[in-house]
């Protein structure tokens, strides 16, 4: 039994010694774990987390490509609920689950930032990978900005291929904070307080506000060649809200030649950003679509636009056939499209709804485009563009950056810019008779030398007014005193026309701050301003010039006629009288038109008297002092323009003509073209609505008639429609500092459209 006793000694010490050895090796495993994870505070490739607030009290960190697993034993004594900061270094990110769920963290995040993140759900794994150039595509979290290095992503070969339009999508989840996108020194777009504020190059800023239910916006930049374009689009739920207008600018080279970079910047870090998706292609097409909003139904079939079909779920009339072409682009198959950085799973369109179309609906203009970048001549370049029958963009390319002399667009462009800076002051400077007065006297004197106006306009700006003497000087040799005249100042009345619509849309809340020494007539310059003097909205035409200009339009193909029924003012009262309006198309030769034109024009004659037998009057800064001073100055404008047309009458115009007893009260101009130089596509542009001065002017005296301009404005898109007129579009100059106006009735349409329908949309201004 001893000898048992002393054999088992050396057994018990042996067993004792493995066991004792077996704790030292799981110690030293621990160990081992532990330094694994706990990184050294130095390692620029780990991410480590801590358990207290601004990076204090390291719990462990992650190497790529490093997980932790927080639904397993990790053996390190941390649970995710511990975690409460989190450093990521520049060259690492971390994705962290949340069951199904994730997002990914490319920046650092404090406790604030992190609770937020976390809140809803617990977290069941983390792991760390290494950055690419896009470092993140889908629920990436922004704490306090990145850098998405465009250029570097998109491939080497795509730089000098000059026929591929390049796009970037990117899509917020909407939060309380405020947040900025910067591309390049290009554009500059900030979301704050409801309210997406754009601000390009050489440009004012423009607001739009955002719609309170929208849960996610999304930004489309898209560039070629020297242009860049912006759309933004505001869902809820993935269902479309609203598709804003492309607000477009120019760039002094072309874009892909400097190397571009996005930033996005969250102004506050303890709200994270979500960045829920972000992708990046090619495109390649013979023609870019400007359509814009107003051509779009809900669902994206080309070019850049088809990249929102991953974020909204559109609707088409041809469901099938829109999913097999939207298939194809994010599949790869279609060369003139393709994905060059992103992940992309898009939504198959739902039909499109057949609604039967309300009652009484006012027809209005949807914003289809902004344009920002019209070198300081948003009123004059469209009405020159308007005269020469050219578009605005083919104006731009041939003076900018060299000038061919004495073409239509390029003199008329120049001389109308020239006289707008130098007298674009003042209404009574910036007016038909001033023009003349100016070209007769640089004719004459080869000075300007008018008046003290003239003089003084030409000492302040010596350079512009030398520049229009010797513009006007040559062209004078060229094409004679009496033509020159004619030119400029029938491209002028377009210029004028553009102004009158603008002030006619320009809300008085909107009004910039800045005060202007725009003045018409004013009975003493000492006289004591009104409350209401400061109510106008309108800048001076020389500040005109500077803003953007929108393009509005409205899709014929859903646009169902409507009969207006005249109204009578009878003892105070508005009764519908027993006749109707009387319709006129005038369209054709001059041959054919003869008897009607007669008729009009002496109307139209009597009207311009009136809307001429008083002066206008602004306030010491140079607005219109009332609503009725601004209808008259339309009026006057509207009348000469509606002259002119019908004097000298081209094949493209079309004049309506509404009459009640035999009594011209109405008319309506448009003239039609092949938008793009495609008969495909045949647009319209509604140039002037004007209607008898009595009614406008006087508007509560017994027997007013109400209804003229709207039924004027019904008749002529009717016709249109019935001829193969697809768009209807308008030019509206949009004040910046205002929130920009996304629909618009027809101008110089008044109403009156209150005594007939109860549609939500923003009431038309003025009828004239």
Known sequence: MKNKQFLLLPLSFLLLSEISCAEVNLSNSRGIINAHLKKMSNDTLSACFYQEDFFEKKAFCLTPPMMIDFTLENNIGIRANDIQSIRIPENTQATVYQGENFFTLTDNVLRDGWKRLTETNGITKIIATDKKPLDCDTQCIITQRKIIPVSTIFPVDINHDQQQERSLLLSFERSDNSFDITFNNLMDVTVDDGIISILPPNSPQIDFSLHQETTHISFLFSWFEKELSLYYLETVNGEL????????????????????????????DRQPLTLQKVLLATHREAHRDKRGAAGITGCFLNGPLALYNVVTQGRCNQVESAWHRINTFFSGKDPSNRIVAGTAKPFKPTPLSEKAPPENTNPTLALSQLKTDLHGQSLTLPAVSKYCQTSIDNVITARY?????????????????????????????WSTEYLIQTINGILDRRALDTDRDAMEAFIQKPNIGNRLIQTITDVAEDQGRSTLIKHI???????????????????????????????????????????SDSDSGAASPQQAQQYPLGSYQMQLATYVYQDVLPRILINGEWQVASERFDIEVIQGTREQTRQSIYHLLETVAAWENTYYEQRLYCNRHGQ???????????????????????????????????????????????????????????????????????????????????????????????????????????????????????RIGFVFIPEVYGLYNTSPTPPPHSEL
């Open 241 to 268: 809200r609203y598709l804003s207008p492309m607000i477009s600018m120019q760039s002094d080279y072309p874009i892909n030649q400097e190397e571009i970079n996005l930033a996005i910047f969250n102004s506050d």
């Open 624 to 742: 219109f002092t009332n609503a009725m001073e601004t209808n008259r100055y339309a009026g006057q404008i509207t009348s000469q323009l509606i002259r002119s047309h019908v004097q000298y009458p081209r094949s493209d115009n079309i004049i309506i003509v509404v009459r009640l007893n035999n009594r011209i009260v109405s008319t309506s101009l448009a003239h039609s073209y092949f938008a793009g130089g495609d008969p495909q596509r045949q647009s319209s542009t509604i140039s002037a609505t004007l209607t008898d001065p009595a009614f406008v002017l006087t508007p509560q005296a017994e027997g007013t008639i109400r209804g003229a301009g709207s039924a004027a404005l019904h008749a002529m898109l009717q016709h249109l429609k019935e001829n193969g007129v697809s768009v209807v579009h308008a030019e509206v100059i949009s004040t910046p500092s205002a929130m920009v106006k996304k």
């Open 401 to 429: 950056p060299r000038q061919t002399r004495y073409s239509c667009a390029t003199w008329l462009s120049s001389v109308l810019a020239d006289f707008t800076m130098l007298f674009g002051s003042s209404l009574r400077t």
């Open 489 to 531: 100042t029938q491209s002028f009345l377009n210029a004028e026309q553009n102004y009158a619509q603008y002030t006619l849309n320009s809300h008085p809340q909107g009004a910039s701050n800045d005060q202007t020494d725009m003045d018409c007539y004013s009975e003493s310059d000492d006289e004591v301003e009104s409350e």
